[in-house]
């Protein structure tokens, strides 16, 4: 017996399911998760000793890789001066001014700690700020675990084909309307029927937890006129492209800015760090300045924005877009390139450096074409890679990362890996 599985049969009588988050059980693929002792780069080193190329990166966060030496510096210092004070620092000023500075819809933000929470309390925001109660999501995309936001979702729900969670009200599911992503017209039909009850539309401007479901042409643009003409409000759910897609997130890509954004993952340099700003105007209804209460002893700790100053001062030095873009583009040819000489259907959805598999002869655009896929075969293709040494998200309704340590040789690897499968 492994030590993982030494670890994992110990955990699964301590922990529900043995893990902290439902994905890493490998539910979705089988078999036993790795313990994870380390990450030096572009690699994990597991309890056993084994060593691999990591394509998750801690689901997005590690835009620079494992133990990236000036956020861990950063990160070091801080934890030395101490670890919660539970009171203003300047630190949170600094990170604060850099997200205001690099987002183009952020006038005022505020710090949290984790994408859920942020989410959560943008959403408050905006019902609290319209007098509305109505929130418009997307099957597939995924906004965190708050009840409002579970109705269909995407990222672990999807994986385990939960359709919401038993716990969540009816009052919390009524309120929500979820519709297909990238589907303008019943967009437009819910705004002709409802448009006086939405508070807000909620996307992840690159859906990324169905699997990688770019936006179609006009979709994002489509949903903020629709908005604005409604008197409701545009989120983007940047947790995920936020700072990964580019300094700007999506919103500076494809030049569509929302009324609030909620970031997380990359802000945080690997630590639990998470934001949602907007619109001054909006940001004002908030607890102690308005009436919208939102609060969290751990908001602003030292140590986690001292690791997001180092991270996003990174993106700024570095601008490393450019070479992530490069590197998927040699990484997802050199897939389908592979599938292709194996006789494998499969097609490979990116928007700049985002990206993921799907098993299918089909275009995914939507929820409905990501579970068509072929699941089964993704789990076969997820052991066959982690055998040859290459981490995969365990489910193929996951964002693959790249990181700046990820090169040339890197991509050689994870290709001579995946050459070999047959399917």
Not at 25 to 41: C, D, K, L, Q
Not at 228 to 244: K, M, P
């Amino acid at each position: 017996m492994t030590r993982s599985e030494e670890l994992f049969a110990r955990a699964v009588g301590l922990i529900p399911g043995g893990v902290d988050s439902p994905v890493r059980a490998f539910g979705a693929v089988g078999g036993t998760p790795r313990f994870i002792a380390r990450g030096e780069g572009a690699e994990l080193i597991d309890v056993d000793g084994d060593r691999s190329i990591d394509l998750v990166q801690s689901w997005g966060a590690l835009l620079f890789g494992h133990a990236r030496p000036e956020i861990v510096r950063a990160a070091t210092e801080a934890a030395a001066r101490g670890t919660s004070f539970g009171a203003p620092t300047e630190a949170e000023v600094e990170l604060a001014a850099r997200i205001v500075a690099l987002v183009p819809s952020v006038e005022q933000v505020r710090l949290v700690s984790s994408g859920t929470e942020a989410t959560m309390s943008a959403v408050r925001l905006a019902r609290g700020a319209t007098g509305r109660d109505l929130l418009v999501t997307f099957e597939g995309c995924y906004h965190g675990h708050a009840d409002p936001l579970l109705a269909r979702a995407g990222s672990g729900l999807a994986t385990f084909g939960i359709p919401g969670s038993p716990g969540v009200t009816a009052g919390a599911a009524r309120d929500t309307l979820t519709l297909p992503y990238n589907d303008v017209d019943r967009v437009r039909d819910a705004f002709a029927t409802r448009g006086d009850e939405i508070a807000a539309v909620i996307v992840e401007p690159v859906a990324a937890n169905m699997g990688v479901v770019p936006p179609a042409p006009g979709f994002l643009a489509a949903l903020r006129d629709l908005t604005t003409s409604a008197d409701a409000l545009l989120i983007f759910d940047e947790v995920i492209t936020g700072f990964r897609i580019g300094a700007g997130g999506a919103q500076a890509r494809f030049g569509v800015t929302p009324d609030l954004t909620t970031l997380g993952k990359v802000m945080g340099g690997g630590f639990p760090c998470a934001a949602f700003g907007g619109r001054r105007d909006l940001m004002e209804h908030l607890a102690p300045v308005g009436p919208v209460y939102q609060a969290g002893t751990l908001s602003g700790n030292p140590v986690a924005v001292a690791a997001g100053i180092a991270a996003l001062d990174l993106v700024v030095s570095l601008d490393p877009y450019e070479e992530l873009e490069s590197t998927a583009i040699a990484l997802t040819d050199g897939l389908a390139a592979a599938f292709d000489a194996n006789g494998i259907a499969a097609r490979i959805p990116r928007e700049s450096s985002l990206f993921s598999v799907f098993f299918t002869d089909d275009a995914v655009v939507d929820l409905a074409g990501a579970r068509a896929a072929d699941h089964d075969r993704f789990a076969r293709f997820f052991h066959h890679l982690l055998d040859r040494g290459v981490t995969l998200p365990p489910s193929g309704y996951e964002l693959w990362s790249l990181s700046t340590a990820h090169g040339a040789a890197e991509v050689e690897r994870v290709l001579e890996a995946a050459g070999s499968f047959a399917g």
